[in-house]
């Protein structure tokens, strides 16, 4: 089990690189790209996800880019591989990506495997980690709750594990909280939750567990008041994750335990 706590800055560190922020923020599905900055202002992330099959990075040199309003030299990208449904189709998109962002070797696997549920295929995600490590990428990937498949990425050599709370764009939170426990409690890289989460509360209970992060989009982008929300799931996030720091109370089932001293009352 990785030592959580011995981090004396805390900061979270992904393939060499440091960040304050726990809040990984994805891009897609909001009303325009202005939105988009606003709502990661209000939430302090650094890393910002990019699916390079639906986003302009300046492959068409005639629409608005994203690179306008999210500059590189300010956060890190993290492009990914949404919407790709084979190992084939995500490793050209992440070459691409690598050409269209100047060499930058930081990226997000997932390969799904329907277009109903989303839920990975994870014979075809092994496959492209390999290659895609072996081409001196850092792989972040996205998994399912697996605990064996988790190991696995892991020992081929991801550089953080990234297991689905409940299906993309679900909002259901986290649905199986004693899997995620299981996978952060064998792991060696950081395991930050990417898919599932709903709102603040649910973002909490899986720092509270231990994650090392969470990776949000559509919790955001679909919220009544993006930006609104965009702040509540930065607070979340500490908040969970500084009670995972302060190590919380023993449960004590059937037996309560006053507040206050029971000895040396006045009589």
Partial sequence: MVDKISNTNDNLTIAGLSFKSRLLIGTGKYNSFKETRSAIDASQSEIVTVAIRRVNLGQSPDEPSLLDFIPPE???????????????????????ARELLDGHNLVKLEVLG???T??????????????????????MVYTSDDPIIA??????GCCAIMPLASLIGSGMGILNPWNLE??????????????GVGTASDATI???LGCDGILMNTAIALAHNP??????????????????????????????SPSSPVKGLIK
């Fill in 114 to 116: 329907d277009p109903d």
């Fill in 206 to 208: 899986a720092m509270e």
């Fill in 151 to 156: 190991k696995q990425l892991e020992e081929i």
């Fill in 74 to 96: 300010q956060f890190t990208y993290l492009p990914n591989t949404a919407g790709c449904y084979s190992s084939d189709e995500a490793i050209r998109t992440l070459r691409l």
């Fill in 227 to 256: 930006i609104l929300m965009a702040s509540a799931m930065r607070k979340a996030i500490e908040s969970g994750r500084e009670a995972f720091l302060a190590g919380r109370m023993d449960k004590k089932p059937y037996r309560a």
């Fill in 118 to 139: 989303l839920y990975p295929n994870v014979v075809e995600t092994i496959k492209a980690a390999k290659i895609l490590i072996k081409d001196g990428f850092d792989v």
């Fill in 182 to 195: 299981i996978i952060i409690d064998k792991a060696n890289v950081p395991v930050i939750v990417d898919a």
